[in-house]
């Protein structure tokens, strides 16, 4: 597609439930990011993957947080036995290749999923 | 840690008013430095950028200058409109492991009235 698409927009589930949230980058993106927007906080960094390259997991926030990339193309945030403090907006975000993002390459968010635990 | 301070919102402006939206930051290193943008019901998007110091990033009538001395780069507009109404976010760039992330400010909602 013509950008970064998730899936759902929004979901609403219950505490204890797991939950799969969908990022389909741009074409030819080898970089991806996930990113959580927590209300009234910054956009918190979660996890990065780089083509074949072992992912960058240094931001998940505890164990029940997991994501993987299949074909280095869509990639999938799954979090089991969700908490309400898991509610948030959840952000994903693909670059051409990740190393040019301070210079010359730009970054591109998809819109979200709202992740609502009830 | 590098970290990224912005001031809290929201701030709230009549059409054609002047805009300021404080940013600090703390980095190792020279990172560059960003404003994001998010209307409602879209995606981040980049506003502006400036990849080192004394650089001034402007773009849609919107500009700040990055300052080294001060560790600072606030988000300025001469006269806003409504269609400015949004979420800005400061982020500067964090090299580490071999690649770049982004490391955001907690947003500044702007509300601009007619």
């Known amino acids: 597609g013509a950008g970064v698409s998730q899936s759902p927009s929004n979901k609403v589930t219950e505490k204890g439930k797991d939950v799969e949230l969908r990022c389909d980058p741009i074409?030819?993106?080898?970089?991806l990011y996930w990113y959580r927007q927590s209300l009234g906080q910054g956009l918190e960094f979660l996890i990065y993957f780089q083509g074949n390259s072992a992912p960058d997991k240094s931001g998940l926030p505890s164990d029940r947080f997991s994501a993987e990339r299949t074909g280095g193309s869509v990639s999938t945030l799954t979090i089991q036995r969700t908490q309400q403090e898991d509610s948030a907006v959840y952000l994903c975000a693909s670059s051409l290749e990740g190393q040019g993002i301070a210079t010359n390459e730009k970054l591109f968010f998809g819109s979200g999923t709202q992740l609502s635990v009830l | 840690g590098d970290s990224v301070t912005q001031m809290e919102g929201p701030v709230t402006l009549s059409e054609e008013a002047f805009l300021t939206i404080n940013c600090t930051y703390t980095?190792?290193?020279?990172?560059?430095l960003f404003w994001y943008v998010q209307y409602p019901g879209e995606g981040l998007q980049l506003l502006l950028k400036a990849t080192k110091a004394d650089d001034k990033g402007s773009n849609k009538g919107f500009e700040a200058t990055y300052r080294k001395e001060t560790t600072s780069f606030h988000l300025e507009k001469g006269s806003v409109q409504v269609s400015d109404s949004a979420v800005y976010f400061c982020a500067l760039s964090h090299f580490s492991g071999g690649y770049n992330k982004l490391i955001f400010g907690a947003g500044t909602r702007l509300a601009v009235h007619p």
């Open positions: 074409s030819g993106h080898t970089a």
């Open positions: 980095a190792t290193g020279y990172p560059s």
